[in-house]
């Protein structure tokens, strides 16, 4: 999915959970929904850290470690016991089930698995559906 799409359902998620309401909070939640995607040198991660991004990409490519279990947990451990540590989650699992409903779906378990898919992979990135979930989520974030 596209960076927006995810900013979104992390925001609105959080928002639905209610993880938080607070301004700062919710950006931040956004920010933890869009980071997986550091690994693709156009993404605002990989804009901003771009030698961070140049260096996965070409290793090991987009949709890889940065997309899998291993980098939740070596992300969210420090956070551990913060006040912000459900919110880190809830945004950043929110990017790897919202990758794995589309057709490439996520390495889950990377290395071992490269194609783990959540309703069979049935999103293309970037299709009206994903816009239509991106405008759901909007109002979501809006109403809540
Ligand atoms: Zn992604």
């Known amino acids: 999915m596209l ?4 900013a979104l359902i992390g925001m609105a998620l959080c928002k639905l959970l209610h993880l ?16 997986p995607d550091i ?3 156009s993404s605002l ?13 070409s ?13 939740m947990a070596i ?15 809830t945004a950043i699992a929110s990017h790897l089930l919202s990758d794995a409903i589309t057709f490439t779906g996520i390495p889950l378990l990377w290395p071992f698995n ?19 979930i991106s405008i759901i989520c909007l109002g979501g974030v809006l109403i809540c």
């Open 20 to 35: 938080s309401n607070n301004f700062l909070e919710i950006g931040l939640a956004a920010a933890f929904a869009v980071l």
């Open 114 to 132: 490269r194609n783990f898919t959540v309703l069979g992979g049935i999103i293309k990135t970037g299709s009206w559906t994903e816009y239509a």
């Open 39 to 41: 690994d693709h040198p």
């Open 3 to 6: 960076g927006f799409t995810h």
């Open 75 to 89: 992300v969210l451990t420090p956070m551990l016991f913060t006040p912000y540590f459900l919110l880190a989650f």
């Open 59 to 71: 290793r090991v490519g987009h949709r890889a470690f940065t997309h899998s279990a291993v980098f």
């Open 45 to 57: 991660f990989g804009t901003l850290l771009h030698p961070v991004s140049a260096a996965l990409y």
